[in-house]
């Protein structure tokens, strides 16, 4: 889960030092920035470019663990320390071309898994000291949100707002009102498992193994019936207020799969059901509570960023629902 609402809307308004680099690379026409993401299970570097205040990538190395986790179904906190501390200088100098000159280093500090979050803050430091370069504190959260607007001009950000922002991965759902580049309120957000994180239990369940998103998602694209009749509930859907809860229905997963016969279990129509499902019923609360929130804030786009933005299902009905709408959707590359 993340920062409860109060935490993230403090630790935002605080961070001046955060706020006044932002402002220093608006008012900039030209500024090479390295970035450094170490807040789970990738160890990541890239280089971008800011150029009459259009952002550009110019290199993006991302070194996997999810192998290395997959028989822990889960990720191992300590394993990823050591993984990030062995990958980093790796991946930072596959990143960095010869004639490179970094003028800003921007790392994750938060939210994510303290080892790991550390070790990328330590090398970030160290490395800002060798190269004199400064360095600029990273939201994760944020990070997700503001890839969209990568390859537009910031200038033309403000067109887009105010927005209403689906943030949803392994480790968090949320949903975030952004009226501006520094002004975002949590509205929503999971009050236990994050849509991701049941996507991985439920998985687990079924014996696809780790990480559960991609293969509930490849089950499902093969159910062509639903003879078995599995329904499952869509937890607060119809509550009023824009909060998520999946832990129930991991549990209604698990009570299913318990009350069938062990040859049901195991044949491949039951899987496919299944996931069907868990896919559907996930998706059906994240899209009806997200266009809920654009219709009560009066909103100009919808934002959606993530892990589980890459599900195609749920990008491609997410966009279909909002077609009736003069919303703008935003859906992260990355």
Not at 90 to 113: E, F, Q, W
Request: hydrophobic share 40%; charged share 25%.
């Amino acid at each position: 889960m993340g920062p409860d609402k109060q935490q993230f809307n403090s630790k935002i308004e605080k961070n001046q030092d955060f706020w006044n680099n932002i402002t220093i690379m608006k008012d900039c026409k030209n500024l090479t920035i390295l970035a450094i993401e170490t807040s789970c299970d990738d160890t990541c570097a890239a280089v971008l470019r800011i150029k009459n205040k259009k952002i550009k990538v110019l290199s993006n190395i991302i070194s996997s663990q999810t192998k290395l986790h997959a028989e822990y179904g889960g990720v191992y906190p300590f394993l990823a320390k050591r993984e990030h501390q062995k990958n980093l200088p790796v991946v930072v100098k596959k990143a960095l071309t010869p004639n490179s000159k970094i003028d800003l280093i921007a790392v994750t500090a938060g939210p994510g898994l303290e080892p790991c979050l550390w070790t990328g803050v330590n090398f970030a430091k160290e490395l800002a000291k060798k190269i004199n370069a400064a360095i600029m504190p990273v939201s994760h959260i944020e990070a997700h949100i503001l890839v969209n607007f990568i390859g537009k001009n910031m200038g033309d950000v403000k067109s887009f707002l105010p927005a209403v922002c689906l943030v949803v991965s392994g480790g968090h759902t949320q949903i975030i009102l952004m009226r501006n580049l520094n002004d975002y309120k949590i509205i929503g957000e999971t009050r236990d498992d994050a849509a991701g994180e049941c996507f991985d239990k439920t998985a687990r369940i079924l014996g696809l193994g780790y990480p559960g998103g991609p293969l509930i998602a490849a089950e499902a694209e093969k159910a062509k019936t639903s003879e078995l009749g599995i329904t499952l509930p869509r937890p607060m859907i119809y509550q009023k207020n824009y909060d998520f809860s999946f832990s129930g229905l991991k549990t209604a997963v698990l009570y299913d799969f318990k009350k069938r016969p062990a040859k049901t279990r195991k044949s491949k129509q039951y899987v496919r059901e299944m996931a069907n499902e868990i896919q559907q019923a996930i998706i059906d609360v994240l899209t009806y509570k997200t266009l809920k929130a654009a219709k009560s804030f009066r909103i100009k786009s919808i934002i959606l960023s993530g892990g589980v933005a890459a599900n195609k299902s749920l990008r491609n009905q997410l966009k279909k629902r909002i077609k009736k709408e003069t919303t703008c959707l935003l859906i992260s590359k990355c």
